[in-house]
T-cell receptor, first 108, second 114 residues
């Protein structure tokens, strides 16, 4: 079965501090992995996907198949990064499985 | 280009009442989904439809039915609402492309069952 684990419900940091939101997955095949973000009073939207190896809003995520992890990182957090972050996995048949989410709070 | 549109945005039901949540997408996507979002539980998949004419159960299908009316529309029905179905419901659609699968979400329906 596919499963996504986000161990932290809440991550609180100060502006300018580094951020790492953890995500571990279980899947026997080669998954597609994503990070989605939900800002206050906005709909859920894609932040980045592992296949693109992109950096969006200063965030990066590296797929580590050995550790089955896809942690989200940003070197210097900003107040506008405060949001709910979801890690998601897509098996080959176009189903998206989400983790329980991590709320990031960035304080001034 | 509206993306994914859900109706209604808010609804209060009495226990035992029925209702249908509507979802439509204008991106010509094959796949559509219904999720529920509960505090501490994240987004849990209720049902999904990989293409027009097919539907499959997700993680939490009990108490729900779905209809993929056509390629654009995917409705979720609660036949006899229960307080445990109080939640925020999200519809989404996606299409697998060369750069991966991106899902687009509706704005959500906040449902309260009393």
């Amino acid at each position: 079965a596919q499963r996504v684990t986000q161990p932290e419900k809440l991550l609180s940091v100060f502006k300018g501090a580094p951020v790492e939101l953890k995500c571990n997955y279980s899947y026997s095949g080669s998954p597609e992995l994503f990070w989605y973000v939900q800002y206050s009073r906005q709909r859920l939207q894609l932040l980045l996907r592992h296949i693109s190896r992109e950096s969006i809003k200063g965030f990066t995520a590296d797929l580590n198949k050995g550790e089955t992890s896809f942690h989200l990182k940003k070197p210097f957090a900003q107040e506008e990064d405060s949001a709910m972050y979801y890690c998601a996995l897509s098996p080959g048949f176009q189903k998206l499985v989400f983790g329980t989410g991590t709320r990031l709070l960035v304080s001034p | 280009n509206a993306g994914v549109t859900q109706t209604p945005k808010f609804q209060v039901l009495k226990t035992g009442q029925s209702m249908t949540l509507q979802c439509a997408q204008d991106m010509n996507h094959n796949s559509m989904y219904w999720y529920r979002q509960d505090p501490g539980m994240g987004l849990r998949l209720i049902y999904y439809s990989a293409s027009e004419g097919t539907t499959d159960k997700g993680e939490v299908p009990n108490g729900y039915n779905v209809s993929r009316l056509n390629k654009r529309e995917f409705s979720l029905r609660l036949e006899s609402a229960a307080p445990s179905q109080t939640s925020v419901y999200f519809c989404a659609s996606s299409e697998k492309q060369g750069s991966g699968t991106e899902a687009f979400f509706g704005q959500g329906t906040r449902l309260t069952v009393v």
